[in-house]
């Protein structure tokens, strides 16, 4: 399967979270209100990482979900990411026939809501410095992975 990349929009970004536009030196920026932890024993971690440039076109060869949270990206030093998406089929795993794949800006954070299917942390163009936020208890339940039959492969 084949996807394109497009350019991230806030309204078709909307079933898998939410996108917040950064602007340095505008008034305070509110992450998102959907930051959300069902788990007791989890707590909140923040991480800061650099993530290294990944060339297109990409091989998805992985996708996560975190059944119990949100998961925000925050670029700090960016130029693009890839917001590589999919909704959940009727098993549970990713329909990777309804992927979509999207080019953030370094000005645009993104929070996945919880459960949401998603492509781990990659940047474009460049390696792109993040700050993550996620909450980990330490158990199976802070992140579930599925490697797909066959890679997407996702160009510009």
Wanted: charged letters at 15%.
């Amino acid at each position: 399967m084949k996807l394109t990349l497009r350019p991230l929009d806030p309204a078709a970004f909307a079933p898998f979270g939410t996108v917040t536009e950064l602007a340095p030196g505008a008034a305070p920026i509110r992450l998102v209100d959907e930051i959300v932890n069902a788990r007791p024993t989890a707590r909140l971690h923040v991480d800061f990482t650099t993530a290294p440039a990944c060339p297109l076109p990409l091989e998805a060869k992985l996708f996560e979900r975190h059944p119990g949270n949100s998961q925000s990206f925050i670029p700090l030093a960016v130029t693009r990411s890839l917001i590589l998406v999919a909704p959940a089929d009727a098993a549970g795993n990713p329909d990777l026939g309804a992927a979509q794949a999207f080019a953030a800006s370094g000005g645009q954070a993104i929070t996945y809501r919880r459960g949401v299917w998603h492509h781990p942390l990659s940047a474009l163009d460049a390696p792109g410095f993040f700050a993550i936020l996620t909450f980990r208890a330490g158990d199976d339940g802070d992140t579930v992975f599925f490697t797909p039959p066959e890679p997407l492969i996702i160009s510009a």
